[in-house]
């Protein structure tokens, strides 16, 4: 079994930054793809980033020049950079990992910037 554990959301002004953390443990054999989503309150579940093996990314054009998503392959985590964080950024966001063709999800984490 997999399980992947988020960490680093919280409280944060406008215009600040936080960085998520997602780790993945288990029977792991391949990571295909490692990604995060987020979901905010009345709305649907969102792509925010996904980094792929051979470290392609993909970024939502909301968070394109503020976020940055990367891979630590020997740790089997991911991290999401956020910068110059909005208010419409607060959602709770989800790491999610494509392992051998089947996908994971994290239980989420609270992401709130509020002045």
């Known amino acids: 079994q997999v399980q992947l554990v988020e960490s680093g959301g919280g409280l944060v002004q406008p215009g600040g930054s936080l960085r998520l953390s997602c780790a993945a443990s288990?029977?792991?054999?391949?990571?295909?793809?490692m990604g995060w989503y987020r979901q905010a309150p009345g709305k649907q579940r969102e792509l925010v980033a996904t980094?792929?093996?051979?470290?392609?990314?993909n970024y939502a054009d909301s968070v394109k020049g503020r976020f940055t998503i990367s891979r630590d392959n020997a740790k089997n985590t991911v991290t999401l950079q956020m910068n110059s964080l909005k208010p419409e950024d607060t959602a709770v966001y989800y790491c999610?990992?494509?392992?051998?063709?089947?996908?994971?999800w994290g239980q989420g984490t609270q992401v709130t910037v509020s002045s």
């Open positions: 980094i792929f093996s051979g470290d392609r990314t």
């Open positions: 999610k990992a494509v392992i051998s063709s089947r996908a994971y």
């Open positions: 288990g029977t792991i054999f391949s990571i295909n793809a």
